[in-house]
């Protein structure tokens, strides 16, 4: 796994005054890391459609999960808790503050919106301090701004704007490496739908397109809806689902998801990651994680006060895309098909130095899809990377 030792350096005004850190600058020589924030995508869960919705959408024998559509399962949330496992024990051993005593300087804030990020919280919360009396929180009522500030209506992306940055990334579904991909899910799950009349809508051929419903933009189109039947086999696997789930993809399952994955990464490119939609969906978010980490007040999310040193964000891969957009950032596995698979963690990190200047650092942790599917995290550590941000993080 190629590694960037690029990270982003800021130094603050001499007027800016960050709090909290005092006693690990005096104790320590070398940087000192004052501050993390932690994105965590949800564990893995059930499509969220149902398994006849989903035949319905793309002429293939999906299987019945052990819980209803868009539920974190048991098993998912056992290998997320290896996850946090291996992210806790890295910051430990990095003598960070806040995971070596109970205290007030952990926040956890998940997407209520969704029961699986409500849980992925909570497993976060008991990881995390497990002597402590640390808990998850959310917003209870109606959509939450930092998770999608669009569907809160406090933002709305210009139209006009998203049409044109929509068609200037068209030639992502034009690569070579997604049309193998449609090529491939079209054998697997209706090889004949192109050529068969009333099964167009199984035909993987159409060209992508944007559909407003309201103020949000929506994509349409074969990556759509392979991307969407891409991500699905792949939380199969993750589950531990037999190879003959997979039709005629069941001799090499992991050979099948690299082929098809770049679908739903293109599906990412098309629209979430345009940066005037990721802006609009996750500003919210952007903000407060600058704001956090600039020791300024974050006024959308409760409860982080001038102690609080460790902020968990418990959301969906559409917020780490979003993230992506804004700072700038870009990242790929070898072991991973999926660059924003469950479990994955964007940490944020503010590193300060002995002449005071302040670095944030931007790392990103997975688990290859093997240790998805057997609940493991073993390889987490080795396999984290450092990030270069090409937009700045801190004001």
Same mark, same amino acid.
């Given at each position: ?29 070398? #940087? ?46 056992? =290998? ?10 890295? !910051? ?54 930092? !998770?999608? =500030?669009?569907? =809160? ?37 209706? #090889? ?149 698979? #469950? ?9 300060? !130095? ?22 493991? =995290? ?18």
């Amino acid at each position: 796994m190629k590694k960037s030792g690029y990270a982003f350096i800021l130094a603050l005004a001499p007027t800016l005054f960050l709090t909290g850190c005092s006693e690990d600058r005096i104790v320590s020589s070398g #940087p000192v890391l004052e501050k993390v924030v932690l994105l965590s995508r949800h564990g893995i869960r059930s499509p969220t459609a149902s398994p006849a919705a989903l035949r319905d959408k793309t002429g293939f024998d999906w299987p019945q999960w052990s819980v209803a559509p868009g539920e974190m399962t048991p098993h998912g949330a056992e =290998a997320l808790g290896a996850m946090i496992q291996v992210v806790r024990m890295h !910051y430990q051993n990095l003598g960070f503050s806040p995971l070596g005593s109970c205290s007030n300087m952990v926040r956890i804030w998940a997407d209520g919106a969704d029961h699986r990020t409500q849980q992925t919280g909570q497993v976060w919360a008991r990881g995390l301090a497990p002597d402590c009396h640390v808990s998850a929180q959310w917003q209870e009522q109606g959509a939450d701004p930092v !998770y999608n =500030a669009i569907a =809160a209506g406090r933002e709305a992306p210009q139209k006009q704007e998203t049409e044109q940055a929509f068609a200037s990334v068209q030639p992502v579904a034009r690569t070579l490496e997604v049309q193998r991909g449609l090529q491939a899910l079209q054998a697997l799950m209706a #090889p004949k739908a192109c050529q068969e009349t009333g099964r167009k809508a199984w035909c993987l051929r159409d060209k992508p397109v944007l559909e407003w419903k309201k103020t949000e933009p929506h994509l349409a189109g074969a990556v759509a809806r392979g991307g969407m039947a891409a991500e699905s086999l792949l939380l199969l696997y993750a589950q531990g689902f037999p190879a003959e789930v997979f039709g005629s993809g069941k001799a090499d399952v992991p050979a099948l998801l690299k082929t098809v994955m770049p679908v739903h990464e293109a599906e990412s490119l098309l629209l979430r990651r345009l940066p005037v939609v990721a802006r609009a969906r996750n500003g919210v978010m952007a903000q407060s994680i600058r704001a956090f980490l600039a020791d300024r007040p974050v006024a959308d999310i409760p409860g982080v006060t001038p102690s609080t040193r460790l902020l968990v964000l418990a959301g969906h891969d559409t917020n780490q895309d979003a993230m992506a957009a804004i700072f700038g950032l870009s990242w790929t596995f070898d072991d991973q098909p999926d660059s924003t698979a #469950p479990d994955t963690v964007l940490a944020f990190e503010r590193w300060r !130095y002995p002449d005071r200047h302040v670095e944030v650092r931007v790392r990103v942790f997975h688990q290859s899809l093997e240790e998805l599917r057997t609940g493991q =995290a073993a390889g987490v550590e080795a396999s984290m990377q450092t990030l270069e941000p090409h937009n700045p993080i801190l004001p």
